[in-house]
């Protein structure tokens, strides 16, 4: 993953420090060894050096010299100094010339690796944040540095997919901002948020597959998307990394027509698709409505949308339909002058739009619809508010969040329907599931750190829910502005203190 090298005139200096990064710090994957100062910059001029680690002490160019124009050429290598001298000018020297660290001889195991181990991890940050950076001007239509995007993959063709996990929004093709990069578990995709948090852009390169394209993103649907049905509109075969936009613009065009409320899909772009047809209530249909609410028969009422449910789900029928239906359904029991609460139609049509999101099933929608249209709210007959619910929910997530929380566990846990459960977070605590998680995990990873300035990150990780320590200090860093280790370092007792270590 990571170059790193070691310069030191003495071969069992080299040997020493070579250890120590094979065996405790994997992610710098590729070791350099090199006897002097003029050998290194020859080898850093044929390839790229994350990190370079040098003694001071060296015939020529000594060590600060070296780190000296190691900055000047290669602004981005991360310098370690290392020396058998504690006098204060070496390290203040070292400090000049913007070195990362500064340890001395002899070298302590554990101190190497605190110092690689934070230095990776800013590593880590600093690719995520290039990556993002590129894919956001590239997705936004802006000029883009071609080199240094080829750079950042392992190939220049790739293969594409647009994942939507669950319903659509009611806002249809909202605008891309910016490309944050999240987790899967699945080795060799990259993956980043596209419009919203519920929509997903995947990339493959053809030198990481195994198997069919198809298949591949199969398997990564059902490992790291298996809360809610996903509909994924995949490039039917492999494409420049530039045309992304495009690929993009007509996947989301093509989502709109194809998710299905309850039913995951595998879409290659190029498939044939036949133009949606108007949606219109039946005749039969608003004859049984009239029927049942003029005779007050709310069994048959019920039984209806039962109907209406089961044959939406059986032909399938696309979100964007069905929204369709649902709205003539409530504009005509509104003119039949329906029994339940005076609310104004304006009101049930906004509230309905709340449900369009994210209803689990056509049996979900439907019935939260007939809750809204006949009965007085969804709780009618429980000894409790839909504040005191939503609050409910939020301790729930509170005392909880430590563990693999999902939106159908919780709705299983308090009793509720997955589309009650959003409607309640929005409209009584103004957040969703996703945001709310998030903001009490990395709460409660800040007081960790307040607290334990020195504790594990990994540790720290899977305290507050993350078994995926990069992927914990990307979101960290995401919502403080600074890492993990950054934030302890603010806190520690005594100047200078190790930061947390991995």
């Known amino acids: 993953m990571y170059t790193i090298l070691i310069v030191d005139d003495e071969r069992p200096a080299q040997t020493f420090l ?37 003694d001071i002490s060296m015939l020529g160019i000594n060590g600060i010299e070296l780190a000296q124009r190691v900055r000047q050429l290669y602004p981005r290598t991360h310098t370690v100094i290392v020396s058998g001298y504690a006098e204060f000018e070496f390290a203040r020297g070292a400090i000049q010339v913007g070195v990362d660290d500064y340890l001395l001889k002899p070298v302590e195991i554990q101190s190497f690796r605190q110092i690689l181990d934070r230095i990776r991890e800013t590593l880590d940050a600093e690719a995520n944040n290039l990556m993002e950076e590129t894919l956001t001007r590239l997705l936004c239509g802006e000029a883009v540095d071609e080199p240094l995007l080829c750079s950042l993959f392992s190939s220049r063709m790739m293969r594409f997919a647009l994942v939507r996990e669950g319903n659509l929004f009611t806002v249809r093709f909202a605008k891309f901002r910016t490309a944050q990069l999240r987790q899967v578990h699945q080795a060799g995709w990259i993956a980043f948020y596209g419009c919203d948090e519920q929509e997903t852009i995947l990339l493959r390169s053809s030198a990481d597959r195994q198997k069919r394209f198809p298949d591949e993103l199969s398997d990564l649907l059902k490992a790291d998307f298996p809360d809610l049905p996903c509909t994924a509109i995949y490039a039917p075969e492999d494409a420049d990394i530039l045309t992304l936009p495009q690929f993009l613009s007509r996947a989301a065009g ?15 772009l190029n498939a044939p698709q036949s133009a949606l047809q108007p949606s219109v209530l039946s005749a039969a249909t608003k004859k049984r409505l009239a029927s049942f609410v003029e005779t007050g028969n709310t069994r048959m009422l019920k039984e209806l949308f ?45 509230e309905a739009n709340e449900l369009y999101g994210s209803a689990s099933s056509y049996g979900d929608l439907l019935a939260s619809l007939y809750s809204l249209i006949f009965e ?26 430590a563990q693999p929380l999902s939106i159908p566990r919780i709705c299983t846990d308090v009793g509720i329907s997955q589309t009650y459960l959003s409607r309640l977070l929005r409209k ?37 829910g993350y078994d995926d320590q ?29 930061p947390p270590k991995t």
């Not at 989502?255 to 290659?268: A, D, F, H, R, S």
């Not at 089961?310 to 709205?327: G, R, V």
């Not at 957040?431 to 750190?449: S, V």
């Open 428 to 464: 009584y605590a103004g957040t969703t599931f996703n945001t709310f998680l998030t903001q009490c995990r990395m709460d409660a990873a800040k007081q960790m750190l307040r607290e334990h300035p020195d504790i594990l990150l990994h540790e720290v990780a899977a305290c507050v």
């Open 18 to 54: 070579k250890a120590i990064c094979q065996k405790y710090c994997p992610a710098f994957d590729t070791i350099l060894l090199s006897g002097s100062a003029d050998d290194a910059l020859r080898l850093m001029a044929q390839q790229h050096v994350h990190v370079l680690v040098t």
């Open 376 to 401: 007085e709210g969804f709780i009618r007959d429980k000894n409790v508010s839909a504040n005191e619910l939503c609050e409910y929910t939020l301790n729930y997530i509170r005392e909880n969040y």
């Open 470 to 498: 990069s992927y914990f200090s990307k979101i960290f860093r995401n919502e403080t502005g600074m890492t993990p280790s950054q934030y302890a370092a603010t806190f520690a007792a005594d100047a200078p203190t190790q």
């Open 306 to 350: 039962v109907s209406l449910a089961i044959e939406w789900n059986q032909n399938s029928l696309p979100q964007i339909q069905a929204e369709d239906l649902c709205y003539q359904l409530i504009l005509y029991t509104a003119d039949l002058g329906v029994p339940g609460p005076k609310r104004k139609r304006e009101q049930i049509l906004r």
């Open 254 to 268: 093509r989502m709109v027509n194809t998710v299905v409320i309850g039913k995951g899909q595998l879409v290659p």
